[in-house]
Each structure stands twice: as C-alpha cells, then as structure tokens.
C-alpha cells in the first residue's frame, strides 16, 4: 500500500485545498500536516476528559494556524528572506576581516605616507627610492583590501536589493487575506462545492468556529452555502453539549478535590482551563532555571507568585519536550531525553519552587511553544490573525484584558501572558530610592487578576545605562509614577488601580540565556501588549545621551514596531472610527537648567527632572519610520520584521514623524514659541549636529495664521535689527572710500587730456566740445587709473575683514573665553600675512596689476594665508561627543544602508532595549566621521569661485550692457547664477559630518552677502526710474518665489533627477536647519544690502568715474527718489520675507535670531566682519579697472599708469548718455 504524502507547511496544504482536483487529495495532506506535529501524537496518547471524544482532545496547534492564501508570493518571500539571510551571514563573515586588514595596513600606512611626503617635501631625495620601493613590496596587502572592500560593497548592494524585494513582496502579501485552513476551504468550496470532507475533517481536529479571518469573518460569515452551514452548525451544537459536560466535570472535581474549605470564588477559577490555577498542570522554570513540567499547590491573592511542585523526571511522568536554540532546526528527542535523564538522577524527587505566575507556561502554551515553527516570517503571520481577533474580546482595553486568558487559549502560537507592574509598588520603590524593578522580583500581576476599572499603561523606552534602565536619579520611575498620577486624577480612576507594562519587569529576563526561543515569544507579543494597554508613554533618550545613531530611540527597530502599533490600535478594525494616536512623552532634563525639554549636550547620568509631555498624531499620519529599516541586533528577525511593519498598515511614503504636534498646558506653547525664536544660529547648529531630526519645528505646521504670522513679524524684527547693526561698518567704510579722492592720476590740463587720448588712438579731437563738462572732473581728462589705489584700498579691506572673520567664526563654534586670545593671534598674523602678499604683489605687478591677473593672484594667495594662519593658531574644535554617522561598519538602515550584524542571542541578563534584546554593534569603537574639514573647504572654494568670477568677468561684461539688457541679466542670468551656488552650498553644508553645521554655513552667509549686495548695485546701476522701480517689485516677488520653493524644489530634485528616496528625519532636519541659518542671513544681507547700495549712490557721485553705479553725467541723484526707491524695496523685501517666513514655518524651517541666545555675541562679530569684507569686495568688483580681456590692446602708461579709454567697455558705450564715454569724450563707436 502506497504511504500517504506528507506535508511540510501550512502553504502545500492550503494551495491543495485551493487547487487540487481531488478532494481525496487535499485530505490526504492535510491529515499528513495534521499528525506531523509531536503534540498531536502527545494528544492521542493522553487520557481525554470525560465527555470528550478523542477527535475533539487531540485538537493541535497546527489547526488553528494562520497563513496567506497568496501561496505564491508567500514563496517568494521565504526565498526572499533566505537570501537576505544568507547575505547578512556572508557579510558577518566578511566584516571582520576587513577590519582587521584595515587596522593593520594602518599601522603600515603611516609611516609610508610619512616617507612619501618627506620625499614630497625635497627634505631628502634619497627617501624618494625606499619609499617607492617599499610601496612596490606592500602592494599586495593594498590590493587585498581593495579586493576585500568591493567584495563587501557588492554584499552590501545586494543586500540593499533583497530588502527592497522583501519590502515590495511584504506590502502585497499585505493585501492578501490571512486566514486559517478552514477559513481556506470554506472560500474554497463556496466556489468548488467539493471540499466539504475537508471542513468536515478540520472540524473533527477541533478547528475554531470563533476565529475570523484578517477582514473580520468567522467562519459562519464566509459561508455561502446552505450545506456547508448546516455542518457548522451541527458541529457548533455539538460543541456546546461537549461543553456543557465538561463544566459539570469540572465542578464536581474542584468540589471534591477542595473539601478542605475552598471559597466559590476558588471554585468559579477551577473551571477556566486557559489561566494558571491551583491544581493545574503547567510548565515553570525551576531553581535552575531549566522548565519542568510540574503542578500548582498555591496561588497568592494578589497572583503575583505561585507555588508549583515540579515532577520527578525519572518516574512516571515524562519530561517536556526539548528545546530548541533560537533560529535552529529541531533536535532529535532521543539524545536530548538520554541527557535530561542523565542529568534528572542528581535532582531530588520533587521541588517546590516559587513562580511569577504570569510566567508560568499553561499546557496549551507549551503545547504552541512546542509547534513553533522555524521560519520567523511566521511571526508575521500570527501577529496579524491574532490582531484580528482582538476586537471579539471587547472594545476597550479593559474589557478585552479580562478575556486574555482565553484569548491566549485560543492562539495557534506561544503567546505568554501580559503582566503588569502595579502603582503602589512603583511609588513604594521610588520613595525607598529604589529602580525600576526586574522581573526576578516578581512583583507583576497577570492582567487577567487587575480589576476591570483598571488603566495600564505601556511604557516604551531604550536603556539609560549598559546593563540597567533607569540612570542613578531613577528618573523613569519617577515619570512613570508622575504619569500614573496624572492618568488616574484624568480618567478618575483610583490611582491605586493604576498599572504598567514595563519591559524589565514583565518580560521573564531569566529566559534569554537557556530559552531565546521562549523570550523572543514576548517581543513579537508586544503589538499585542500594544493593544491591551490604555496609555502609551515613551522616553527617547539612551545611554549615549542621544549622540549615537544606532542608540536611538526612533532608530530602534522594536521601538517603531511599538510606536506603529499604537498608532493602528486607532484605526479600524481595531478601532469603530479612525482617531489620533495619542501618546505622552516622558521629557528629561536637568533641575535647574535653562531647556527644559530634552537639552542636547546633557549627559544622561545628570538628568534628574521629568514632565509629561502630551502628542498627537492625526490620525491618517503614521508617527513612526518604517521598523524594518531600523537598528536590529539579530539581522534574521529583519524579514519578519518588513512583514509586520506591512501587516500592520504601515505605507512607504505616508509616514509623518514630523506630523506629531506637541499639547501642552496653556501659555506654555507660547513660551517654548519665544524660546525657540531666541535660538541663536549656534544653538541651531548644535542641534543639527547632535539631533538632526529635532530642528524640524513640527508645532508650527499646526500653528493658527494669526500665531503663526505674530511670530513672523517678531523674528523679522530681529533680523531688522541685524541689518541695520552690520550696515553701520559697511557705510563707514563706503564714506571712507568716497573721501579718498580719486583713484585717477595726471590729466591736470585739457591738453595733456587730448594727448592721453591720441594715445589711445580712439579718435582725433578737433573740438573741445567733443568732451562735456562734468563739473569739476573736466581737469582728470586724459589721466590715467592708479590700479594699485583702488585694490589696496578695497583689497586691503577685505584681507582685513576676511581675517578677522574667520577666526571669528571659530568663536561662534567655541565661545569667547580661552580661544579669544588665539582667535586674536590669527587674526593678527592672517592680517599681517595677507597685506605683504598684496603690498609685494603690489611692487611686483604694479599699476597693470588688474589688467595682467595680479589681482587674482594676490587674492588667491591672501585669502589661503588666512585659512592657513587662522588653522595654525586657532586649530580644530575638540570634540567630545558627536553623531556617529550611517556607515558601512555602522549604518543607520532607514536610507538602506546595509544593516549591522550582531551576536544572533542576546546576552543574559534581559534585554537590552525596549521590549527587546536589540543592541547595536560597535558600541564600543570609534565610528568614522565624514570628513568635515573638507566640506568647510569646499564651501569656501565654492564661495570664493562665484565671487572671483562675478568680480573678474561677470561685472565688467555687465557694465557694457544696455539698460533693457542689465534689467534682463539681474532678473534670468544673476538669479540662475545665485540659485546653483546657494544649492551647492546648502548641499554641502547639510552633509552629515563631525564639523559643527555654523563653521560650514559660514560659507553661506558669506556667499548671500556678496550677492546680495552684488544685485542691488545691479538694481542702482540702471538710470531710468520706471526700470528702477519694476526692477524692485520683480525682485521681491522672485525672491519671495526662490524662498519659498526651496524645499518642494529639494525634494523634486531629488526624486525626479537624482532618483534618490524621500528624504529621512535626519537630512530633512539638517537641510532645514542650514535653510534656516541660510534665511536668516540672507534676509539680513538683503536689507544692509539696501542700506549700503542706497549709501553709495548718495555719497559717491564725486567720485562717479571710479565706480560706475549708474550715475548721470553732470547730475547728482536725487535724494528724494534714491530715498524713496530704498523704501520701497524695504517694503516690497519685508512684505516678500514675511510671507516666506510663514510658507517655511509650515515647512518646518525653525527660526533664530542673531541678536539673542546662546553666542549671538559672536555670531553679531562674524556677520559685522564678513559683511565689510563682501562689501570691499563687491566695490572692487564695480572699480573702475581695466582688466585684461577688456582692454587687450591698452597700452603701459609710461608714468606709471594705465590707460581705460580704450577699453572695450568705454569704447563700447561711445556716444551714449554715460560717465566714461563723457569722461573719455567719446562721440561714436
């Protein structure tokens, strides 16, 4: 006789049930998948209860179980996720290797680099011949790491593409139905009609009726036809009689086994099978920890403790079954039951020993525990066919506690009971100075025993110390217990009915080291603890102080699982109507400090004060990143974990982290608003460094427009005042430059004028009325330019200026105090450095210094002096604590970056972080940090290109344009040119580095100044008014329009160009954090921008043929409409900056201002001096100067001067109404 096929997952016996053309086949695997299991062949062989058939006592786990009937996708994901696997198990391997290859090729690197640069040097020509030997010899070594690092990058990569396969493959195994067997066949033989011998035969192994599937139905809903709801009817009596027998027996069993004087209540506890009580048979650890089978002899009242008297293992009875190491194949019964007998001879016939009852194994519980299958995307599965069943049970939390024993009882998996920690004993150990307490303590009570008017709260949390929760002032206890207070005085409960779930407490630490298995069993129950619970209270600070990346609370895997969990709980089914997730903050800080919410740079040893902090998030935002992309320690629970985030309801793209908004007590919303405007750009740049995602300022995407435009207008006060502070210097220096005389020499005489001008060969000049009169400039005719005047005095200002503020933004990263003196010695030495470059390029170049490139030359050189000086004496910042950024050895897998491997069992002692065993690996190295001296550089070589080539090209074209063309260049060319070098800064600056985020938007504010200033003079150098005007207006609405696309345009390009994904809560809150420095800046340059342009059109008319700003021939501006054209550009720029201020506060854009907070001092004297030296430099820019490819055929002066008339920018213009072509009597082209 052929032996009947065996099947070997729950998948081969739905796609039979689905698809097989016989029905005899489909039964066939089916009771092969049934009797596989051990506690079904445990079951026949136990004695049944009195009226019970053996069909219905030999009921198995396996029944029950729930699976997709999308078979075919389900495939795909098991393969899926063993490739995954086997990856993360190859890169394990190799990673190691690769770090030890780099540790000691560095060990050889640096003395060879040390060679090589003393070769570089010319020190030693000699070293020039072993160091190249010595490379040749190493070369092997330098290509195995090659060789080792692209293999680990293709891991990497490949891992990478696994994930997202996993990722798509779980978010449509998420819209397909969850269901048991029988669910299956009833859907199956709606449509079939010949699959009734399998509900029949599912029935007899005790398939549940009650069970509905992931859309809600039991199995009576999905019935459609009459015959197969007859059959279960027929059974659902049957179980009903079965049932009423059995309470009978039960009964009169507890009667006559508690003569002794047992209360009814005793009696009424007898008769539930699905909770620990006296007299049942359960499994415990004993005093060694090892679970043994055994029975309760008491229970204490409260049922926080139980006493059980463990079985002999070499009588009668027989041991449990084996277990099994995590995430291995099972083990043969037969080794193991020789061991356990081995080792039973040395142990006493019987052990009392004293329990947490909430701990103790049921016969059904192991029973699960016992069918546990060995694939973890199971896990998925489980959770999703058990949420589905907790609307049944109730619906609020505390009615659907009552039933979690039978809710247990029901499910196909190991479901340990959820306990909880009540509110007496948490304020007994916070007045007694005692910690969060431990699970060996066993002072938790099993939520079945709190009374139903009970409230629980879930706590979620990461750890504060290496091997403990809470920090020495125990302030978790005390928020936990000053939340319970509040919930209770809330919901008028009696506080003493307040309890809590607590990780360390509720989950059996004592189980990780000899059963993870059994552990692991809590952490993928916390969805459903999740859902039992009333309030939900969160503290995100770690033990790292929030300073590494993979610590975090957001970052955490399980800690996303929870927060997304206590999002759905909100939503339907789950819910009658979709709500907001609301949940409380447990915000820490320092009793006496200035922040009190959450201050960065505090260790978290010194925090010692607690408040709660109320969230909501509405409710179609999800508040959490996808968990599958956090910080796991055992990179095997990944997949599962990609399903469960699916499963759950979570979506790509529709999370919103920043969609939490913050309700706090009346007036403090307000206060935190004005503390928040006062930031100081420093404070902001800190943040940015230490806690990205937390610049983000979410409370303002909810603020009503009347707030919101009332914060806007206070801000922008501020950053008036700025303006008006940094434009004083500017002007002085404006004046000084207009009383210095005139930068031309010789042309005392109008004869010598007219020889000057032969000598140029523009034209013969017959008549002296060729050449107007320009009142009291007639006399310069015919002179030529002092170029060595005109760049030592705008030059020399800027080295100067640009000395100082580079040390002086050092200050704003480290304050005055100690670093002044050495800020100062910079300055001083980058000043005298600079100016002998230009006074020796000077004697060098001479008066054709700007025609030949000298300028360049001396500019180039002075600036790199003033790194140079300002890095020798001031030096880099010492930095004690930064972010560790995502890397290959330390990633961060929210943005795919490949995931960390780490130990697969968790250390003993309990877990690690929030509900789970998940600590991250290379806690105790050294991350590598991005290279934050290079992106400071590269904002500078940024800066200083765009300035050098408006100065040296761009300028002096301009000046040849007509007045309809300058109108079209400052509106299309100039924007476009400002826009690319403000978008290549902003990259850099939001770049994740070790490099404060204030040193590298130094750049920034730089490059606004200068262009800024650049553009208005742009505007003054136009004559006609009507232009003048239009030009104002048109400004201020593309600067309004620039502004407030900055982030739409970020993320457009990023997904539509660079095809990169949506951007992280961390490069999101950099971004926005530099957006905000980069306005604040900007907008303050524009105003002093105004100012200083309005200044120099008023006072340099004088002087008009040195700087061509748009004057007229003979007559001097007028003061009313220069005046007027200023107010209305303030105007039209205040109206466009307010409105962009509000659009970027619902961006998320924080606000600071530069004249509060912390270091404003500073900040003011960088700005002061960086303004000054834009403004030296954008005035050299429209200097007269007869730069090389505008004047190519323009003699040397033999005086020492250097001819402009024949310029091609004079010559260009001749004829028309300007100061140069009057000033060279120039008529015609």
């Not at 993360?88 to 090589?116: C, H, M, N, T």
């Not at 960390?900 to 050294?926: C, F, R, V, W």
């Not at 921008?1089 to 002087?1103: N, S």
Request: hydrophobic share 40%; proline share 5%; aromatic share 6%.
């Amino acid at each position: 006789m052929d032996r009947p096929p065996v099947a070997h997952s729950w998948e081969q016996v739905a796609e039979a049930i689905q698809n097989a053309p016989e029905e005899r086949e489909a039964l066939s695997l089916l009771e092969a998948f049934l009797n596989a299991s051990p506690t079904a062949q445990q079951a026949q062989q136990q004695q049944r209860p009195t009226g019970l058939d053996n069909a219905t006592t030999a009921r198995t786990a396996v029944v029950d179980l729930f699976g997709c009937a999308d078979t075919s996708t389900w495939n795909q994901l098991v393969a899926q996720a063993q490739r995954y696997v086997e990856l993360s198990a190859q890169r394990g391997r190799l990673q190691p290797s690769v770090d030890r290859l780099e540790a000691r090729l560095v060990k050889i690197k640096r003395p060879l680099a040390f060679l090589w640069s003393c070769a570089g040097d010319g020190e030693s020509s000699v070293i020039l011949v072993p160091a190249a030997v010595a490379t040749l010899v190493l070369s092997p070594a330098f290509a195995l790491q090659w060789r080792t690092e692209s293999r680990l990058h293709a891991l990497q990569k490949e891992q990478q593409r696994a994930f997202g396969t996993l990722d798509e493959l779980g978010q449509k195994l998420a819209g397909a139905p969850c269901s048991t067997l029988l669910h299956t066949a009833i859907a199956t033989n709606n449509v079939r009609r010949d699959r009734e011998g399998v509900i029949r035969a599912l029935l007899q192994h005790g398939a549940s009726l009650e069970l509905v599937d992931s859309s809600g139905c039991n199995a009576h809903g999905l019935s459609l036809l009459a015959s197969t709801t007859a059959i279960l009817d027929a059974e659902a009596e049957r179980r009903c009689s079965v049932a009423a027998v059995t309470r009978r027996a039960d009964t009169s069993t507890t009667d006559s086994t508690d003569s002794t004087g047992s209360s009814e209540a005793d009696a009424a506890v007898a008769i539930s099978h699905d909770i620990v009580q006296l007299h049942a048979e359960v499994v415990a650890r004993d005093t060694n920890g090892d679970y043994r089978k055994g029975t309760v002899t008491s229970v204490a009242p409260d049922q926080a403790t139980c006493t059980v008297l463990f079985t002999p293992i070499d009588g009668g009875d027989t041991a449990p079954p084996p277990m099994r190491a995590v995430h291995s194949h099972p083990v043969s019964h037969a080794g193991v039951g020789a061991k356990v007998k081995e080792n039973a001879l040395a142990r006493p016939p019987a052990i009392l020993s004293n329990c947490a009852t909430a701990h103790v194994l049921t016969a059904h519980q192991w029973r699960a525990y016992d069918n546990r299958s060995d694939n973890l995307l199971r896990q998925a599965l489980n959770l999703r066919g058990s949420l589905a069943q907790v609307p049944r049970y109730g619906a609020t939390p505390a009615e659907r506690r009552q039933h979690f024993g039978a809710f247990i009882d029901e499910q196909s998996h190991l479901l340990p009971m959820m306990s909880v920690v009540g509110y007496t004993t948490l304020a007994e150990r916070l007045e007694t100075g005692g910690s969060l307490p431990h699970s060996s303590e066993m002072v938790t009570v099993p939520v079945t025993a709190i009374p139903a008017a009970s409230k629980v709260v879930f706590f979620s949390h990461t750890r504060l110390q290496d091997r403990k929760p809470d920090n020495k002032h125990n302030v978790k206890l005390k928020g936990i217990v000053e939340a319970m207070q509040m919930f209770a005085k809330e919901s008028g409960t009696k506080v003493e009915s307040m309890y809590a779930w607590i990780d360390e407490a509720c989950i059996d630490q004592g189980t990780w080291a000899k059963y993870p298995d059994i552990g692991m069993a809590f952490v993928y129950a916390l969805p459903l603890y999740v859902a039992y619970s009333d309030y939900f209270v969160y503290c995100r600070w770690d033990r790292a102080s929030r300073q590494d990346e993979a610590l975090r609370y957001e970052n955490r895997a399980w800690c996303r699982v929870e927060v997304v969990v206590g999002w759905r709980v909100g939503q339907p089914p789950l819910s009658s109507a979709p709500r907001p997730f609301e949940r409380y903050r447990l915000s820490l800080f320092v009793e006496g400090g200035e922040d009190q919410d959450d201050p960065d740079g505090v260790s978290v040893d010194d925090l010692d004060g607690v408040r709660i902090v109320r969230e909501v998030t509405p409710a179609g935002s999800c508040p959490a990143l996808h968990p599958g992309e956090g910080i796991l320690s055992v990179e095997t629970d990944r997949p599962p974990l990609v399903l469960i985030a699916r499963m759950l309801g979570y979506e790509k793209g529709h999370e919103h982290v920043d969609g939490t908004r913050q309700v706090e007590e009346p007036g403090a919303g307000a206060a935190r608003r004005q503390m928040r405007r006062h930031s100081s750009a420093f404070a902001i740049s800190e943040a940015i460094t230490s806690d990205p995602a937390s610049v983000v300022d979410h409370e303002a995407r909810h603020m009503r427009p009347a707030e919101l435009f009332d914060e806007v207008l206070k801000s922008y006060f501020d950053v008036s005042i700025a303006a008006v502070v940094v434009s004083i210097p500017c002007i002085l220096f404006v004046l000084i430059l207009t009383n210095s005389g005139s930068i031309l020499k010789g042309g005392d005489d109008h004869t010598s004028g007219g020889a000057s001008l032969y000598s140029l060969g523009n034209h013969t000049i017959t008549n002296t009325t060729l050449c107007p009169e320009m009142g009291g400039l007639d006399s310069q005719r015919g002179a030529t330019l002092d170029a060595q005047k005109i760049f030592a005095l705008t030059g020399g200002v800027c080295l100067g200026a640009w000395s100082i503020s580079t040390n002086s933004l050092a200050l704003v990263s480290r304050g005055f105090g100690y670093q002044t003196l050495r800020a100062i010695k910079g300055t001083l030495a980058a000043m005298a450095s600079s100016w002998l470059v230009m006074w020796v390029g000077l004697l060098v170049f001479g008066n054709e210094v700007v025609r030949v490139g000298g300028d360049v030359v001396i500019s180039v050189v002075g600036a790199s002096l003033v790194i140079v000086c300002q890095m020798l004496f001031v030096g880099r910042r010492k930095v004690t604590a930064t972010v560790a950024p995502a890397t290959a050895q330390n990633p961060t897998f929210r943005t795919l970056a490949p995931p960390t491997l780490i130990a697969p069992a968790p250390a003993e002692g309990g877990n690690d972080d929030t509900s789970t065993q998940d600590d991250p690996a290379g806690k105790g190295g050294d991350q590598p940090k991005q290279e934050g001296a290079s992106q400071a550089l590269w904002g500078i070589f940024i800066t200083l290109l765009y300035a050098m080539l408006y100065a040296f090209v761009i300028v002096p074209l301009f000046m040849t344009l007509s007045d309809l063309h300058k109108l079209t260049f400052r509106l299309v060319v100039h924007p476009a040119v400002v826009v690319t070098g403000e978008m290549a800064l902003r990259e850099v600056a939001a770049a994740p580095s070790d490099k404060p985020a204030i040193i590298k938007c130094g750049a920034i504010i730089g490059f606004d100044i200068y262009f800024q200033l650049v553009g208005r003079l742009l505007v003054t150098a136009q004559t006609d008014e009507t232009l003048a005007y239009a030009t104002v207006v048109l400004i201020g609405v593309q600067e309004l329009i620039i502004r407030v696309s900055y982030l739409p345009k970020k993320r457009w390009l990023r997904r539509h160009l660079y095809g990169l994904p949506p951007l992280t809560a961390e490069e999101e809150g950099r971004f926005l954090g530099v957006l905000g420095i980069d306005n604040v800046s900007s907008m303050q340059s524009e105003m002093a921008a105004i100012f200083i342009a309005t200044a120099a059109k008023l006072t340099m008319y004088d002087v008009r043929v040195n700087f061509d700003l748009g004057f007229e021939v003979n007559e001097p501006p007028d003061v009313s409409f220069e005046l007027t054209a200023m107010a209305v550009a303030l105007c039209v720029e205040s109206v466009g900056n307010v409105v962009a201020m509000a659009v970027q506060r619902r961006q998320g854009v924080a606000h600071m201002s530069m004249l509060s907070g912390e270091r404003w001092r500073e900040t003011m004297l960088y700005l002061a001096s960086v303004t000054l030296c834009a403004t030296a430099a954008v005035f050299y820019s429209f200097a007269l100067r007869n730069v090389g490819f505008a004047c190519p055929s323009a003699p040397f002066d033999p005086h020492g001067g250097a001819a402009f008339c024949g310029c091609d920018f004079v010559r260009g213009r001749a004829g028309e109404h300007t100061v140069l072509s009057a000033f060279c009597c120039l008529t015609g082209k």
